[in-house]
C-alpha cells in the first residue's frame, strides 16, 4: 500500500492546476493563436534560419504595429455591431495630412519640437473628428454603419486622388520618423502596440463603457432597457476608433524617410482579419483585442514566412481569407451550440 504524504497531495494538486490552467489557456482564441505563432516561427526557423534573424523578427513584430494598433479600434467597432471599412482611406488621408503638416511647418521657421508635435498629433485630432462624424449617422441618424463607412470610404479615397495625386512627399523635417527610434534596443512602434492592448483591455474589462460595448453588441435593445445610453457608447466607440486609427498612421507615417500620399492597398482587409481571426465575432457581443493583436502578428508572420519558404506571396490574400471562413464558421457553429444549450 502506497503512503501519501501532505507533500505528495500538494505538488500533485499544483500540478492539476497548472494542467488544467494550461488547457483553458489553448481553449481560447488568444491561447491558440499564441501557439500558432510559436509553432510557425519554430517549423519555419527549422527550415531556414533566416526567419529568427533580428531584422525579419524586428520586421514582423515593429513594421506590422500599425495594423495592430489600427485593429485595436477596429475590435471595438466589431465588438458593438458594427463595421468600418473606411478605415485605410482614412489612415492614407491622414498619414498625408500628418506629413504635408510637417514639411509645410518645417519652412516657416518654426522650431523642430514643435513642427514635429503638431504634425504628430494632427492625425490623432484628424481621426478623431472623422469617427465622430460616422458615429453621429450611425447613432443618431441610425443609419447602417456598412453604409455610412462605405460612403467615406469613397469620400476619403477620391478626394486624396484629387488632392495630392499620388504623389511622393520627401524632405521630412530631422526628428519627425517616430517610428524609426528605438529605446533599448526594442522599436518604438512595439511599445506603442504592447501598451495600447494591454490598457485597451484592461478598459473593456474593468470600465463600464468597455462592458458596455459588449452589451450593445450582444443586444443592443436589451442594453438600452438596461438602461445604458447605447448612443453615446456608439459614439465613443467610433471616436475610439478614430484616435487609433490616427496612432496607425503616426507609426506609418514616419516609418520611412518619405511618404506615399496614397491609401495604402488593401490596409482594411487586414486590420479587419486581424480583429474577426482575433477572436472578435463578426456578429458583435465578444471578444477580445488583445486576440486582434496576436492575429495580426500571426498574419504578417505567414507573409514573411512564405517568403523564406520559397512561396509567392501573393497566396497570402487567399490565407486571409481562409482564416476569415473558419473563424467567422466556428463563431457560428459555437452560438449555434449555446443555444440548444
Known amino acids: 500500500m502506497t503512503a501519501t504524504t501532505p507533500e505528495t497531495t500538494t505538488v500533485a494538486a499544483t500540478g492539476n492546476r497548472a494542467s488544467r490552467a ?20 519554430i517549423f519555419v526557423g527549422l527550415y531556414n534560419p533566416r526567419f529568427l534573424s533580428e531584422t525579419n523578427l524586428k520586421d514582423v513584430f515593429a513594421a506590422n504595429a500599425y495594423v495592430a494598433v489600427a485593429a485595436i479600434g477596429m475590435s471595438m ?47 490623432l485630432v484628424g481621426g478623431m473628428l472623422a469617427g465622430a462624424l460616422i ?15 462605405l460612403g467615406m470610404f469613397s469620400i476619403l479615397r477620391g478626394g486624396l486622388i484629387l488632392v495630392a495625386g499620388g504623389n511622393t512627399i520627401y524632405n521630412l523635417p530631422p526628428g519627425y520618423t517616430f517610428a524609426q527610434d528605438d529605446w533599448l534596443g ?38 438600452r432597457l438596461s438602461g445604458i445610453d447605447t448612443r453615446r457608447v456608439l459614439m465613443i466607440t467610433f471616436i475610439l476608433n478614430g484616435l487609433l486609427a490616427g496612432v496607425c498612421s503616426l507609426l506609418l507615417a514616419t516609418q520611412f524617410n518619405q511618404i506615399q500620399a496614397t491609401a495604402p492597398p488593401g490596409l ?40 523564406f519558404v520559397n512561396v509567392s506571396p501573393y497566396w497570402l490574400k487567399a490565407v486571409q481569407g481562409v482564416l476569415i471562413l473558419v473563424t467567422v464558421l466556428s463563431d457560428v457553429l459555437r452560438r449555434r451550440r449555446q443555444a440548444r444549450r
Open 22 to 41: 494550461l488547457r483553458g489557456s489553448l481553449g481560447t482564441q488568444e491561447g491558440v493563436l499564441l501557439l500558432l505563432v510559436v509553432l510557425l516561427m
Open 268 to 307: 482594411e482587409l487586414f486590420i479587419i482579419t486581424s480583429s474577426v481571426v482575433g477572436g472578435v465575432s463578426i456578429l458583435g457581443g465578444t471578444g477580445t483585442v488583445i486576440g486582434s493583436t496576436l492575429a495580426s502578428i500571426l498574419v504578417k508572420a505567414i507573409g514573411s514566412a512564405m517568403l
Open 186 to 223: 526594442i522599436p518604438s512602434p512595439i511599445y506603442v502596440m504592447v501598451g495600447l492592448t494591454i490598457l485597451v483591455a484592461l478598459w473593456m474589462r474593468y470600465s463600464a463603457i468597455g462592458r458596455s460595448m459588449y452589451a450593445v453588441g450582444g443586444n443592443a435593445e436589451a442594453a
Open 77 to 123: 467597432v466589431i465588438i458593438t455591431g458594427n463595421i468600418d471599412i473606411s478605415i485605410g482611406a482614412l489612415v492614407g488621408c491622414l498619414v498625408t495630412l500628418s506629413g504635408t503638416l510637417a514639411v509645410e511647418l518645417a519652412k516657416t521657421g518654426l522650431p523642430l519640437p514643435m513642427v514635429n508635435g503638431i504634425a504628430w498629433i494632427a492625425p
Open 135 to 149: 458615429g453621429f449617422f450611425v447613432a443618431y441618424l441610425r443609419i447602417p454603419a456598412i453604409v455610412v463607412t
